[in-house]
């Protein structure tokens, strides 16, 4: 996929070093991070994974007071 903020399918096997769609997918369901399934296999937005992460907006959504 052309968008840098979208993670195909590649992308995300190399990010979990898993290599089967299912096993990817379930690594992504195990971690919240909301996907979306294509004919290519699923994916997901950066911006998904770091709301996941708790970072929002370049934000971290955490308790801890910024000084």
């Known amino acids: 996929m052309s ?3 979208i993670l195909s399918i590649d992308d ?3 990010a ?3 290599e089967r769609h299912g096993d ?5 369901r195990d971690n919240d991070i909301r ?4 004919k ?3 994916w997901t937005t ?4 770091n709301a996941a ?11 801890q007071s910024v000084l």
């Not at 990817?24 to 992504?28: P, T």
């Open 35 to 38: 996907f979306f399934r294509s």
């Open 53 to 63: 992460g708790g970072i929002i907006a370049g934000q971290q959504l955490d308790n």
């Open 46 to 49: 950066l911006a998904l994974v």
């Open 16 to 18: 979990t070093g898993y």
């Open 3 to 5: 968008n840098n903020n």
């Open 12 to 14: 995300l096997k190399q």
């Open 24 to 28: 990817v997918e379930k690594c992504l």
């Open 40 to 42: 290519k296999g699923v």
